[in-house]
Nanobody, 119 residues
C-alpha cells in the first residue's frame, strides 16, 4: 500500500551539511506524524525529530539548533536538513510515518540511510 523511500545519506566532514529526504509512495492514504530516528553501532535507536501534519516540530536536545525537519504534504515528503554535523551524529537514519489508509492506521519505516561524519 505505502512505501517510504529515503535518500541523501553519505560521508561528510565535521561541520558539513546533509539533507535527508523521505518520500511516501502509494495512493489513498493520509500521513500524520512523521519523524526521523537514528541508530549508531551498539546503541539503541533514538528519536531525532518529529513533525506534525501542520508542521509543528520537536527535536532531541542533541540536535537543536543544528537540524531542521520539514515536510511537503503535497509531495508526501519529509526532510531533515542537518547542519554543523559532528562525529557523534554518525548513525543509520530511519524515516518513520504514521499513516492512515482507509480505516487502518499504522507505522511505516524507511530502509535507513547511512550518515557518516568523519575527517
Amino acid at each position: 500500500q505505502v512505501q517510504l523511500v529515503e535518500s541523501g545519506g553519505g560521508l561528510v566532514q565535521p561541520g558539513g551539511s546533509l539533507r535527508l529526504s523521505c518520500a511516501a509512495s502509494g495512493s489513498s492514504f493520509s500521513i500524520y506524524l512523521m519523524g526521523w530516528y537514528r541508530q549508531a553501532p551498539g546503541r539503541q535507536r533514538e528519536l531525532v525529530a518529529t513533525t506534525t501534519r501542520a508542521g509543528t516540530a520537536n527535536y532531541a536536545d542533541s540536535v537543536k539548533g543544528r537540524f531542521t525537519i520539514s515536510r511537503d504534504n503535497a509531495k508526501n515528503t519529509v526532510y531533515l536538513q542537518m547542519n554543523s554535523l559532528k562525529p557523534e551524529d554518525t548513525a543509520v537514519y530511519y524515516c518513520n510515518a504514521n499513516i492512515l489508509t482507509g480505516t487502518i492506521r499504522g507505522d511505516y519505516w524507511g530502509q535507513g540511510t547511512q550518515v557518516t561524519v568523519s575527517s
